[in-house]
């Protein structure tokens, strides 16, 4: 009864957020819907890193690769030879994938820190490519003249168009995430983030499930890859770096990697704070230039590691649980029926 109840709130909440979602730009500026751009193609990206980290217990700083691969496949297909986007996004989800094998089979091996090590270097290296390739990439210069993202000759060529379709396939992928962890295959991850030993005592292929949410979460950020260059128009390597992982990971850590709406939560609350950041800060402190921000995310890290290491997410889980319908009646009927079962057992 109780799990019904959980779950009708959990319907009402994603219809409320959708409906939200509906009629935002009708009362958004472009500025704004750019924000909200941004925020979905981060919470793609960081929808599958949340199941990679939360779940599977794997830590990856090379996740911006992967979504610099979406990019620029993106941009090769369309830009240099004038194919349909749609293969574009394909040949993305195929390299990354591929890469995400040849990368995840000797590096999911190792653990914690030596695991987040070798995803960094991984990352480095893709970054290198993008910028000595400069018949293919262009380099430092850039990629120049990426067109609008089509499909059967519609384009998605204002931002109203872009923002539902990115917030679509944002709520999509969170959707297949979410099946994804209530399955046996979720549960066979969560094993594994408890304990390796444990999780292969009772014959779970640890090395597999792990290789397969690895390439899942490459996929997502190819994706997200591919959208962004077809809303930008441009893109070049700095856009790929490695303190790009790190915002990743901070944007998970902030929502909380215990819930699949972490990384959503995480990428809104990150975007904001960094927009906002950056109007703020010149005109507290002239004199402080854009490392200002870093220094903020940091300490806001380690403050939130300290003080909510679960993240946002369970927190405003439970907000939602007060201000549902009759979730204030359920609760103290469910500690009064504890507290008489344990009378009667004492008794």
Not at 53 to 81: D, N, R
Not at 203 to 211: A, P, T
Not at 294 to 318: D, E, N, T
């Amino acid at each position: 009864m109780i799990d019904n109840k959980n779950r009708q709130k959990q319907y009402i909440g994603i219809a409320l957020l959708v409906a939200i979602l509906t009629i935002i730009p009708f009362f958004a500026n472009s500025f704004m819907l750019s924000v909200l751009i941004l925020i979905g193609l981060y919470a793609i990206v960081t929808s599958g890193l949340t199941m990679l980290m939360g779940y599977a217990g794997q830590i990856s700083l090379g996740h911006a690769a992967f979504y610099g691969i979406g990019a620029y496949s993106a941009a090769i297909v369309t830009g240099t030879y004038g194919l349909p986007s749609i293969l574009g996004i394909l040949t993305g989800i195929v390299i990354a994938s591929v890469i995400a094998v040849i990368i995840g089979i000797p590096t999911l091996k190792l653990k914690e820190n030596y695991l987040a090590l070798a995803t960094l270097g991984f990352g480095i290296i893709i970054f290198v490519f993008f910028k000595e390739f400069k018949e293919l990439t262009g380099g430092l210069n850039g990629f120049f003249g990426i067109p609008s993202f089509e499909i059967l000759g519609f384009a998605f060529n204002t931002d109203m168009r872009f923002y539902y379709l990115v917030w679509l396939i944002l709520l999509l992928s969170i959707l297949f995430s979410s099946n994804i962890i209530h399955s046996r295959v979720g549960r066979a991850l969560r094993s594994i983030h408890g304990s390796d030993i444990a999780a292969n005592s009772i014959g779970v292929n640890i090395q597999q499930y792990k290789l397969q949410v690895f390439v899942l979460s490459a996929i997502y950020a190819s994706i997200s890859g591919s959208l962004y260059a077809h809303y930008v128009s441009f893109i070049n390597p700095e856009l790929f770096t490695a303190m790009e992982s790190i915002s990743l990971l901070i944007m998970v850590v902030i929502g909380g990697s215990s819930s699949i709406w972490g990384g959503m939560i995480g990428a809104v609350v990150y975007v904001l704070l960094n927009e906002g950041l950056k109007d703020l800060v010149p005109m507290v402190l002239p004199s402080v230039g854009g490392e200002f921000q870093i220094i903020f995310f940091g300490v806001l890290l380690v403050v939130i590691l300290i003080y909510m290491p679960q993240g946002l997410a369970p927190a405003l889980g439970k907000l939602w649980n007060l201000i549902s319908f009759s979730g204030k009646k359920e609760q103290p009927s469910i500690k009064k029926d504890e507290t008489n079962v344990s009378a009667g057992g004492s008794k």
